[in-house]
């Protein structure tokens, strides 16, 4: 039988509302974490986004939490080097991944960012969903199948977020969201709703929010 993916829908409004009021609250930065020894205390749920770079990772924090330059985003690919976690109060974390597909770094440096992808996703009793960004104007590539077999291995749920939707036309959008479909439906760890967001805009913000707010 084959999975059936939706898009998520609008929240309802008490949803909406604690999604609102979560990220309204505080955010504060916590750390840039380049080793397990150096997690914050799993004493919350938390969330990660990962996703090639420049996908627009660091802009989806930004976007989620009104803060215009908190996850500082940047033209540089593979900037953002080490896993950064942040505090919505003292409910959540977020946690922005290392970008993977930066062609240009290193061998060993790529190396030594797997393996520490590898170890957070398999050994972090908090995560409770990791949101894979995909580039609307690309869909899933090669690159993404990697971390999403990962994350099948791991056991760790996915949600596939579209990022930069702004940059696409409706034609594009119907043809990209089948494309995800298609590729999600060969991982068991895929949640079944695919969230299309644009930080530009503000596409979809506030439902990644209420689904974020929402998590058990
Ligand atoms: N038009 C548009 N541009 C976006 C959007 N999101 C991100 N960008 C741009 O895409 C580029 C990369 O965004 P980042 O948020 O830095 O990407 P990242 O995934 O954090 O990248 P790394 O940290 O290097 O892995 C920046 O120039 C952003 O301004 C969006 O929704 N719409
Ligand atoms: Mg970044």
Known sequence: MAMTFTLTPEPEDAAREQGRLLFA?????????????GLPPADRVEVCFAGRSNVGKSSLINA??????????????GRTQEINY???GEERYLVDLPGYGFAEAPMAVVAKWQALLKQYLSGRATLRRAFVLIDARHGVKAVDEE?????????????????KVDKINRVEREAVIEQVKGALGKHPAAYPEIVVTSSEKGEGIETLRAVIATLE
């Open 25 to 37: 609250g505080p955010v504060t930065f916590v750390k840039g974490v380049v080793a397990m020894s």
């Open 86 to 88: 942040f505090a919505l």
């Open 147 to 163: 971390i999403l077999t990962l994350l099948d291995r791991s056991a760790v749920t996915f949600q596939a977020v579209l990022t």
């Open 64 to 77: 989620l939490t009104g803060r215009k330059t908190l996850a500082r985003a940047s033209n540089t690919p």
